[in-house]
């Protein structure tokens, strides 16, 4: 009982003082955002089963808050889950490379991010942290993610621009920074490669 009364006003004191430094998160979500960034990697195997459509739109969530220079929220997310389309955008890749195998790995979701050029200088930054985001936010939800290039040249085609015109999205104005593949991982997940060294220097 006395143990269970200390771990109680031990947790109040912890929300106490979470809430007066401003921040919504305490210990717990601190470890897991941490195990989370740590332990994201890119999955290259996936089943066709396609996630509930509240978990992607989540995942975009997460996107959307990315930093973006001065808040311009220059890039756009396009949530791929038309098996059509995500196929027609896979043949449009691979026809990059010149390849003809799937360039997203059998993955059934794609979240392609654009960045409009014109909203802001730091356009390139602010769709490579909405990547980021989404990347790390597919696997904080158990979700297999991996950045799939290309996105530049693929809506810089005929048939690509025609996706984004379809949209109402601006093709003179938006140009390709990713995709982000999503799914179920098949088969094994890959393990972290080591660090390289000298990732970090310190000034202290
Ligand atoms: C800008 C960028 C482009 C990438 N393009 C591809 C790609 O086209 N195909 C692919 O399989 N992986 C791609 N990746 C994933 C990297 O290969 C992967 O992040 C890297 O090998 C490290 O593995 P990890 O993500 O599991 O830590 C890309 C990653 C980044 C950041």
Redesign the pocket.
């Known amino acids: 009982m006395l143990v269970t009364i200390v771990m109680l006003m031990a947790s109040c004191v912890s929300i106490v003082n979470n809430e007066n430094s401003g921040e919504n998160k305490n210990e717990t979500t601190m470890n897991t955002t941490m195990n989370d960034l740590l332990t ?3 999955v ?1 195997s996936y089943t066709d089963e396609v996630p509930p459509i509240e978990v992607i739109e989540e995942i975009c969530k997460a996107g959307t808050y990315a930093p973006t220079g001065m808040n311009k929220q220059a890039p756009i997310i396009i949530a791929v889950t038309n098996r059509e389309v995500r196929d027609k955008m896979s043949k449009l890749n691979a026809d990059v490379l010149g390849m003809d195998n799937d ?1 997203f ?1 059998g993955a059934p979701v794609v979240l392609v991010v654009l960045a409009d050029t014109t909203a802001a200088f730091t356009w390139k930054e602010d769709g490579s942290l909405v990547m980021g985001n989404l990347l790390n936010a597919a696997h904080a939800k158990g979700l297999g993610s ?5 996105a530049k040249e693929v809506f810089e085609t005929e048939e690509g621009k025609a996706i984004l015109r379809d949209l109402g999205i601006d093709d003179t104005k938006y140009v390709g920074i ?1 995709n982000c593949i999503l799914g179920y991982t098949a088969g094994d997940y ?1 393990e ?2 080591p660090r390289k060294e000298n990732y970090v220097y310190w000034i202290k």
């Open positions: 994201r990697r890119s290259r360039p790995y991996c950045w799939i290039h290309r990713g890959p972290a490669r």
